[in-house]
């Protein structure tokens, strides 16, 4: 099992660049795909993208390509989401999740097995 605890988040103004960090721990020798999703009021959670394991794919849902990029470093057993441009509709909890499946891409939220507790990012203008 591994444990996932998301950071970075906070108060920021539109325009600004943010990164938020998933930190691993646990079973973090199993090799595991690692995605963001986020959550904004009043919505449904969705997928923001996705990495291998390897580090050498990345998935993105097609709005956010562009401005979020998404990477890792295996020996931090982090996984980063950078996120440009801030704009107040990326207002919204953001998760990270993992899962040990071999599937590619992975993006749906009922595929993950490791969730973290979430980090608020709230986009002011």
């Known amino acids: 099992q591994v444990r996932l605890v998301e950071s970075g988040g906070g108060l920021v103004k539109a325009g600004d660049s943010l990164t938020l960090f998933c930190a691993a721990s646990g079973r973090t020798r199993t090799s595991y795909t690692t995605a963001w999703f986020r959550q904004a009021p009043g919505k449904e959670r969705e997928f923001v993208a996705s990495i291998k394991h390897s580090g050498d794919s990345t998935y993105y849902a097609q709005p956010e390509k562009g401005r979020f990029t998404i990477s890792r470093d295996n020996a931090k057993n982090t996984v980063y989401l950078q996120i440009d441009s801030l704009k107040a509709e990326d207002t919204a909890i953001y998760y990270c999740?993992?899962?040990?499946?071999?599937?590619?891409?992975?993006?749906?939220?009922?595929?993950?097995?490791?969730w973290g507790q979430g980090t608020q990012v709230t986009v002011v203008s």
């Open positions: 999740a993992a899962d040990a499946r071999r599937l590619w891409p992975l993006f749906k939220a009922r595929l993950f097995d490791y």
